[in-house]
């Protein structure tokens, strides 16, 4: 079969003439739904897999003859919708529009049509040939989903087909809907009122001629779609700026929800279109993991469950059995009473001159202080801590934590969203700064960041602090009440002075499900092994320049600058040398206030001020040149001297607070 | 690689994006679709896990 169209290119000066002797069925969907296995069952042997041009995307290309046709079958990257974020998805996309199929097989995955039924209709509404493939029929009917296919076929005015392509299940049913393929036909969906009012608006701007629905193509620009922005702007010449002109004041006038109230009237059209087509039987109750996964996000018995989560996975498993039984035996035993003995004694026998010996085991020595911190005390802790990190993350708990705190983030002017960069700050502060760029407006990013620098400490701290406010009843909770009312109220405080838009959030929920050992071992010994990487090298430079800071008297002459400030924290001098060390990391600042603890130089009063203190107290080093990266010198000087004098002050009362009342005394 | 958070594929070529504080590189992967930092999965223990080479699921 031999042909001649038109076909606009994404970004043409005029349209393009393309020839071709066989008809092509593109295959789109999202990734991991069975459309290379399709592909492969269409196509058999003869497949050729190259880069999509200008790109490095691989597509795999292949042939098929179906009644006498011939078709050129292509496999596109996995795309979640029509609005591209990856090379991947732009690429599917470009190709979709560039090439003209004749037929788009959409593949979608049955268990989860609900979720993957609004990328039908974005195909549907862009007007492309589309035939619905529900694949994995099989494993949905085992979990007792009912699919009314002619029902579905009649609402979405396209060929619908079930299948179950790996046990080559609707094949036959496939090429049929193929070879008898209908272009004409399909189904019209309305949005609500006033959103149909601004698409035509910008539809009816539109004069050129293009290879997407008019509507479709509105719905994009209204979403921000650059490449296809830039491409009407090329077709449409001078009448651009009329185009331009409706979007960005329809845009503006719907800053705040413009994308949800998308997201939401096709989940409304979907939830139409299922209706008496898609049904789950009624022996099959709830699973437990749908059950959970509400529980979750209820406040009323998701806080509960949040607290559980915190006792049993970051203080039982973190706090009590990584900083009290791993480090106990590594640092107390193993170190304590073998290691680092040994090491001195042959010391004492071999290093004659003062300073090496100060420098290998002296008091800030490599070996008494670097590398005990680093082996015996810090990775001990953020071992644990990640393995209870891995094990949360694959459960999908973490999409389910920011629908939980969305509304109180709101209330400290961030959303959602930000449950990322807090999350991950409980592992390292500095990466969870770079993360703050995936919030939406610059309001959030500095909130984000303040909060960081001033209420998030990092795995090892927490482990380290933990294991130490462990000992003492009652401390932990003042610790944490005074960590929690200082991140409320200063992103209460923020919220109201930092200006900005308030951005909507909504996200996807994945399905709720046990986490898998393989990938909570290869996740944790993966962070474990980066984290001992990075921090080794720097505990061992820590301890150089404490060491040279004590020879030369430079340390001492810190010390006494921060004596002052210590009297009034109510704390012990010795305290201002692990404050000088936080600064160089968080954890090797927590791992000083462990010594001293476990030296006995601090009662629980002063153990929990210095705590405090300390997890409020400016961030370290590399944090704060992450910040002045991401936010620039102003912001970040201005966070430090915030989060420096907050720290103290709230030190200072907090000292005072608890000598008052006798609490904890 | 499949996404911690999002639980989304994020394809095998998106860029790390680093402080440029470790040596060597940045081990992380961000998520393109929700942000999420992914520990870009060490080769020793894929291996030792018998994760490499498993075959796609489709």
Known sequence: ?665 | MICGFCRKEIPAKTPEQGCGRCGGGCRKVHCPYCGYENPLPSPLFEKLLGQKGKKKQE
């Not at chain 1, 076929?153 to 036959?172: F, Y």
């Not at chain 1, 607290?307 to 498993?317: D, N, P, R, T």
């Not at chain 1, 480090?327 to 193993?334: A, I, Y």
């Not at chain 1, 961030?414 to 610059?442: H, K, Q, S, Y």
């Open chain 1, 1 to 665: 079969m031999c042909e001649s169209v038109q076909v606009m290119k994404c970004c043409p000066e005029t349209p393009v003439e393309i020839s071709w002797s066989e008809r092509k069925l593109f295959l789109v969907g999202n990734p991991n739904v069975g459309k290379s296995v399709l592909f492969n069952a269409l196509t058999g042997a003869y497949t050729t897999v190259s880069n999509y041009p200008g790109t490095s995307v691989e597509i795999s290309r292949g042939e098929c003859e179906l009644h006498g046709v011939r078709y050129e079958v292509l496999d596109t990257p996995g795309m979640y919708s029509l609005l591209p974020i990856t090379e991947e998805e732009r690429v599917a996309r470009d190709i979709l529009l560039q090439e003209r199929p004749d037929v788009v097989l959409h593949v979608i995955d049955a268990r989860n049509i609900e979720r993957m039924l609004p990328m039908t209709l974005q195909l549907i509404e862009s007007g492309l040939p589309l035939i619905l493939v529900i694949n994995i029929m099989d494993e949905a009917e085992r979990l007792g989903l009912k699919f009314d296919l002619p029902l579905l076929e009649e609402k979405l005015g396209i060929p619908v087909v079930g299948a179950a392509v790996r046990r080559k299940r609707g094949l036959k049913e496939i090429r049929a809907a193929i070879v008898g393929f209908d272009p004409q036909q399909r189904a019209a969906f309305s949005y609500a009122a006033d959103l149909e009012r601004d698409i035509s608006r910008v539809a009816s701007c539109l004069t050129g001629a293009y290879a997407i629905d008019p509507r479709a193509l509105s719905l994009l620009l209204l979403q921000r779609d650059e490449s296809l922005s830039e491409m009407v702007r090329k077709v449409e010449g001078d009448n651009y700026a009329a185009v331009e002109g409706a979007v960005n004041e329809i845009v503006f006038e719907r800053r705040v929800d413009l994308h949800l109230r998308i997201s939401l009237e096709r989940k409304r059209i979907c939830k139409g279109v299922l209706e008496g087509a898609f049904s789950q039987s009624e022996e099959q109750s709830p699973s437990w993991g749908d059950r959970l996964s509400a529980l979750t996000m209820n406040p009323w018995t998701g806080f509960p469950l949040l607290l559980a989560v915190l006792y049993f996975g970051l203080y039982q498993f973190v706090g009590h059995f990584g900083a009290g039984t791993i480090v106990d035996f590594l640092e107390g035993h193993l170190f304590g009473a073998y290691i680092n003995p040994w090491v001195i004694a042959l010391s004492d026998k071999y290093l004659t001159w003062p300073w090496l010996y100060e420098l290998m085991v002296g008091e800030y020595g490599i070996i008494t202080l670097g590398v005990r911190y680093a082996v015996a005390i810090v990775l001990p802790i953020v071992g644990t801590f990640f393995i209870a990190f891995s094990m949360i993350e694959d459960s999908g708990y973490f999409p389910r934590l920011a629908m939980l705190v969305d509304r109180i983030f709101k209330r400290i002017g961030l959303n959602g969203r930000a449950v990322i960069p807090i999350v991950l700050g409980f592992g390292c502060d500095t990466m969870a700064t770079i993360v703050t760029r995936t919030l939406e407006t610059r309001r959030e990013r500095v909130i984000a960041t303040l909060l960081l620098a001033l209420a998030i400490p990092c795995s090892a701290q927490l482990g380290v602090i933990l294991g130490l406010l462990s000992a003492a009843p009652g401390a932990l909770l003042v610790w944490s009440l005074c960590l929690l009312g200082i991140f409320l109220l200063i992103g209460f405080l923020s919220a109201r002075l930092v200006p900005g838009e308030r951005p909507m959030f909504y996200m996807e929920i994945p399905p709720l499900r046990m986490p898998q050992p393989r990938n909570v071992l290869v996740k944790t010994l993966t962070r474990m092994q980066w984290y001992f990487m990075e921090i080794f090298p720097l505990f061992i430079i820590a301890s150089v320049l404490l060491v040279v800071g004590k020879l030369t008297g430079v340390l001492a002459w810190l010390v006494s600058l921060l004596e002052p400030v210590m009297h009034l924290l109510g704390l012990p001098s010795e305290v201002a040398a692990a404050f000088i060390f936080g600064f160089f990391r968080r954890d090797f600042g927590a791992a000083g206030l462990y010594d001293l603890q476990t030296n006995g130089l601090l009662n629980p009063v002063q153990l929990t001020v210095a705590a405090v203190t300390l997890t409020l107290f400016v961030p370290c080093v590399a944090q704060f040149l992450v910040m002045k990266k991401e936010r620039g010198w102003r912001t970040s000087v201005g966070i430090f001297v915030i989060v420096t004098l907050l720290a103290f002050t709230v030190g200072f009362g907090l000292n005072r607070l608890l000598l008052l009342t006798g609490i904890l005394a």
